[in-house]
């Protein structure tokens, strides 16, 4: 099995910086691609930040990084908004070689923007 645990979330002021981190841990043999999703309340999850792409509303502010030693992805969030408040979860698309690769999640961590 794989686990994505997530850390990093928390309350910060408009203009603020956050920084997520997400860790992978147990049968991996390879990691295809890493990113973040974000789901705020009473809209649909949505994309933040792959390696090859960023939402529109977080370009020039948000900068992924992955650390393929650790299996670790982060998420550095600068100039924070009260629109980025949400759930932010981890995604990453692991190959275990006995079958398919899978999609994990990790279990979310929440970010708040408020003054």
């Known amino acids: 099995q794989v686990r994505l645990v997530e850390s990093g979330g928390g309350l910060v002021q408009p203009g603020g910086s956050l920084r997520l981190s997400c860790a992978a841990s147990?049968?991996?043999?390879?990691?295809?691609?890493m990113g973040w999703y974000r789901q705020a309340p009473g809209k649909q999850r949505e994309l933040v930040a792959s390696?090859?792409n960023y939402a529109d509303s977080v370009k020039g502010r948000f900068t992924i990084s992955r650390d393929n030693a650790k299996n670790t992805v982060y998420l550095q969030m600068n100039s924070l908004k009260p629109e980025d408040t949400a759930v932010y979860y981890c995604?990453?698309?692991?190959?275990?070689?006995?079958?398919?690769?899978?999609?994990?999640w990790g279990q979310g961590t929440q970010v708040t923007v408020s003054s």
């Open positions: 995604n990453a698309n692991i190959w275990n070689r006995f079958g398919p690769t899978v999609d994990y």
């Open positions: 147990g049968d991996i043999f390879r990691i295809n691609t």
């Open positions: 390696s090859t």
